[in-house]
T-cell receptor, first 117, second 118 residues
């Protein structure tokens, strides 16, 4: 079945540095990728939607300049957290949208746990 | 705007008990999809089921069963004879049809933490 490989699984970085998270679709083309953030004991909140070759669409309240999303190819989408601060510490997860014929609808990455110290 | 409500924040049961997780949704669309996911401590989301708005048939898969009722906008999930391995966070989610052949944004409920004690 469809697989989305997300790396790194976890990362610890210093405050003020940038972190890049990658999501690769291994055996299919991901035209659209969704990026979510999940704080401890909370639900998944959609941050942005990225379409290959286009600028990402951000949800209200999400800072575009802080969370840079690039979807330059059909198999790779990246999220860069710029100038990270402790409040950005969270679980980030990507999700590729499938076609309407897809039984699963979406294929999720395994998530990245970001800790900013 | 679409919305998913899981009123039960936490449920605690003893092994072998049956447990039902409630899910109520709101949408203006006539075509939409409903999902249930399991999230173990590792964080990875495990797909459990997808149901489209035109298919109200209930479904059973092993110890899992789902009851979809459009009249009450509910899509409840029952685990029969629960086991310790069922302990996890369970999310109900709603996706509107994005038109044509694709799914729209996925909106998650707040999640229900299920703890099954031995």
């Amino acid at each position: 079945g469809a697989v989305v490989s997300q790396h790194p699984s976890w990362v610890i970085c210093k405050s003020g540095t940038s972190v890049k998270i990658e999501c690769r679709s291994l055996d299919f083309q991901a035209t659209t990728m969704f990026w979510y953030r999940q704080f401890p004991k909370q639900s998944l909140m959609l941050m942005a939607t990225s379409n290959e070759g286009s600028k990402a669409t951000y949800e209200q309240g999400v800072e575009k300049d802080k969370f840079l999303i690039n979807h330059a190819s059909l198999t790779l989408s990246t999220l860069t957290v710029t100038s990270a601060h402790p409040e950005d510490s969270s679980f980030y997860i990507c999700s590729a949208r499938g076609s309407a014929r897809s039984k699963y609808g979406y294929t999720f990455g395994s998530g990245t746990r970001l800790t900013v110290v | 705007a679409q919305k998913v409500t899981q009123a039960q924040t936490e449920i605690s049961v003893v092994e072998k008990e049956d447990v039902t997780l409630d899910c109520v949704y709101e949408t203006r669309d006539t075509t939409y999809y409903l999902f249930w996911y399991k999230q173990p401590p590792s964080g990875e989301l495990v797909f459990l089921i997808r149901r489209n708005s035109f298919d109200e048939q209930n479904e059973i898969s092993g110890r899992y069963s789902w009851n979809f009722q459009k009249s009450t906008s509910s899509f409840n999930f029952t685990i029969t004879a629960s086991q310790v391995v069922d302990s996890a966070v369970y999310f109900c989610a709603l996706s509107e049809n994005a038109g044509g052949t694709s799914y729209g944004k996925l909106t998650f409920g707040q999640g229900t933490i299920l703890t099954v004690h031995p």
